[in-house]
């Protein structure tokens, strides 16, 4: 259910229609538009009453939400979300027309090795830096990643150049502390649907990168988003980082389509990763000029200085000159749809 406030209906009115909500013992989200705000209402098991929200002061409509997510769609607000994630070098803006750069390695393997694929993804324009401290592996014997002393080395990343920094949580324990360190937590495609994991990100302070689960459809990814949403954080994006498939030429296969069909159904950003959507080095520029044309909000690439040594993921992981090229290649695509690139 949606409730839908009036252009100039005042704060007081809308604070006054929340409380009416929340003292029927549902939950209220407020969703200020640049029009008008919209109040999703989430926690009924049935019907609402309408008539008495619709007579409340400042109230224009009440319109039943027949679709199962709600405050992740378009009817709940109709223009798109543009995140602001803080950093050291001031706001990077991703969405409504501004494309997001994230780039790094699959892992943080060491202090030097951060460091050195850093400076070198910052000179071709990156933002944002990716590297995981936490890492789903399939084989428990693979590398599990350096946990906290892994996410200490990305505030060095982020104080030496400014970077707002993307990392991993794969349950409530490492979210706390990703949380604590990192501007924008990352919940991995293993982890679509891991409901409390989500439900905790919903409580988080910070913005949230929800990748798609290797085999979710788009109503369930969607779905899983509408869970951090409706904890209350707001800022979340999308990613889009390959399914499986019967394609036996790709890790996976790179649902492109999938960035105008959530853009139609959805407000949230949606970026593209085409790193683990093709698991080969050669195949992440072209996908990239591909995600960029379709319309995706952002790139999350993964980049290694010395690939052949990498823990994880080496096989596609770009050469920094190769993000340069891919960086300088993306300015331009972006540049004739009228959009930017930070
Ligand atoms: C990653 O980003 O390194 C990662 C593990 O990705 P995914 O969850 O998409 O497999
Ligand atoms: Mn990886």
């Known amino acids: 259910m949606l409730v839908v406030m009036q252009s100039h209906a005042t704060e007081e009115q809308v604070r006054a229609v929340c409380q009416r909500i929340e003292s029927l013992g549902l939950k209220a989200h407020p969703i200020p538009g640049s029009l008008r705000t919209a109040i999703g209402i989430t926690g009924n098991k049935g019907e609402i009453d309408l008539g008495v929200l619709e007579s409340l002061p400042g109230v224009v409509e009440c319109i039943p939400v027949s679709k199962p997510y709600k405050l992740v769609s378009r009817d709940a607000k109709e223009e798109d979300t543009i995140l602001r994630i803080p950093t050291l070098s001031g706001d990077v803006v991703v969405g409504g027309g501004h494309v997001a750069l994230v780039a790094g390695p699959c892992a943080v393997e060491t202090e030097e090795q951060c460091l050195a694929i850093a400076e070198r993804v910052k000179k071709s324009g990156a933002r944002l830096f990716r590297g995981g401290a936490y890492k789903p592996r399939t084989s428990p014997y693979s590398f599990q990643g350096l946990g906290e002393s892994g996410l200490k080395i990305l505030s060095k990343v982020r104080a ?174 972006a540049a004739i749809l009228h959009r930017t690139i930070n």
């Open 160 to 333: 030496t150049y400014g970077f707002g920094i993307v990392t991993e949580a794969i349950d409530n324990e490492s979210l706390d502390l990703v949380e604590e360190y990192a501007d924008v937590i990352q919940i991995g495609a293993r982890n679509m649907q891991n409901f409390s994991l989500l439900k905790r990100a919903g409580r988080a302070r910070k913005p949230v990168l929800l990748k798609r689960g290797m085999s979710a459809t788009l109503d369930e990814f969607l779905m899983a988003a509408e869970y951090i949403l409706s904890e209350g954080n707001y800022n979340v994006m999308l990613c889009e980082r390959g399914v499986r498939t019967f394609s036996d030429f790709s890790r996976n296969t790179l649902d492109l389509a999938v960035v105008p069909a959530v853009k139609k159904r959805s407000h949230l950003p949606i970026l593209v990763d085409p790193s683990h959507g093709t698991g080969k080095r050669h195949k992440v520029l072209p996908l990239s000029r591909a995600a960029v044309a379709v319309g995706a909000d952002g790139l999350l690439i993964e980049v290694h200085h010395e690939p052949d040594k990498a823990l994880s993921d080496g096989m596609q992981s770009i050469l920094p000159e190769e993000f340069a090229e891919l960086a300088d290649e993306m300015r331009q695509i």
